[in-house]
């Protein structure tokens, strides 16, 4: 029997899945993560291929005809020395083909459209959009990173909630309720005299990307009427639609297709984003793996794949 193998490689688990020229599951495999950028290098590797061994198990090796990893961290791969980590973790696999390593941004399209081409938007803990042609990304707007952008993104509303928060003390004010829920999930009392300072402290205490963490606080309070967390939803959902815009041409009208905890159904920032983007053929994804391998089956069967069905 014919089939192939779409991974899906996170930076806390892996996916992988082998699929049928028909479309049927043959197999899955669950590992740790495997984003390079994440865990070390060689980590990254032995969890990607446990997870393709995994989805393997009982299946004929010699029947693989295609393999197509979607990751976050593929800048990694341009190192020569990860590269052949990666290499050496094939060979020791035994697998038959050589896996394509491509940006999750591309499978996560793929999983939501059989459209070669058109724009991603992810926005999680960072964001970026990606303009997609023949199923490859060949421009980026946004993905500078929490330092130097990744405007709209969960980090980048957490960020702004806890700026909410500052001001609010530093004016002697009564927090509202994103302040409040802003210095609870600090741990930081309200009515002590030293708050403002205890939350700097708090803030700048941890890991910067840590900051995402109070994101559901601003939809929480947005949800509730709080004017500073409708604000802030306001100004994501902005930012978002405009880096989604400017990673497209003029006048196209291909599919966006939407990635991340910030762009869900049920997120105010995601229902703004689809109000701001109306008229599009907006789309969701929510899973890459799908998108993997449906890519690694056409790659080895052709165009008459039937693709995984659309996430309205």
């Given amino acids: ?15 992988a899945m ?43 090796p010699a029947g693989l005809r295609a393999c197509v990893v979607g990751m976050a961290g ?24 050589t896996p ?13 459209t059989p459209e070669p081409d058109g724009t ?8 970026i959009a990606g303009r997609i042609r023949g199923r490859r990304m060949v421009a980026v707007a946004g993905g500078y990173g929490w330092l130097l952008g990744d405007e709209g993104s969960g980090f980048w509303i957490g960020r702004e909630a806890v700026r909410a928060a500052l001001d609010v003390l530093s004016r002697g004010g009564q927090p509202g309720p994103l302040a409040g829920s802003v210095l609870a999930e600090a741990g930081v009392d309200p009515g002590e005299p030293r708050a403002f300072h ?34 802030i939803v306001e100004d994501a959902a902005r930012l978002l639609v405009d880096t989604a815009l400017a990673a497209r041409e003029p006048g196209e009208r291909s599919p966006v297709v939407l990635v991340g905890s910030v762009l869900g159904q049920g997120s105010p920032v995601g229902r703004r984003v689809r109000a701001g983007l109306a008229g599009l053929d907006v789309l969701a994804s929510s899973d890459g793996v799908l998108g993997a391998a449906w890519l690694a089956a056409v790659a080895a069967f052709g165009e008459h794949v039937s693709h995984p069905k659309r996430v309205p």
């Avoid at 029997?1 to 996916?15: E, K, L």
């Fill in 198 to 231: 205890r939350l700097i402290a708090a803030a700048n205490g941890d890991l910067p990307v840590r900051l995402a963490r109070f994101a559901p606080l601003v939809s929480t309070a947005a949800v509730a009427g709080d004017p500073v967390a409708c604000a």
């Fill in 74 to 97: 593929t800048s990694k791969l341009t190192d020569p020395a990860i590269a052949e980590m990666f290499e050496r973790a094939w060979r020791r696999a035994g697998l038959p083909v």
């Fill in 100 to 112: 394509e390593v491509v940006s999750d941004a591309v499978t996560a399209f793929a999983a939501a």
């Fill in 18 to 60: 082998a699929m049928a020229a028909d479309g049927t599951q043959l197999g899955a495999g669950l590992a740790g993560g495997a984003n390079p950028n994440s865990v070390p290098p060689e980590e990254a590797a032995g969890a990607m291929t446990a997870a393709i061994a995994a989805a393997l198990d009982g299946l004929d």
């Fill in 120 to 127: 991603v938007l992810i926005a999680g803990t960072g964001s």
């Fill in 1 to 15: 029997m014919s089939y192939v193998v779409g991974v899906d490689a996170g930076g806390t688990a892996t996916r």
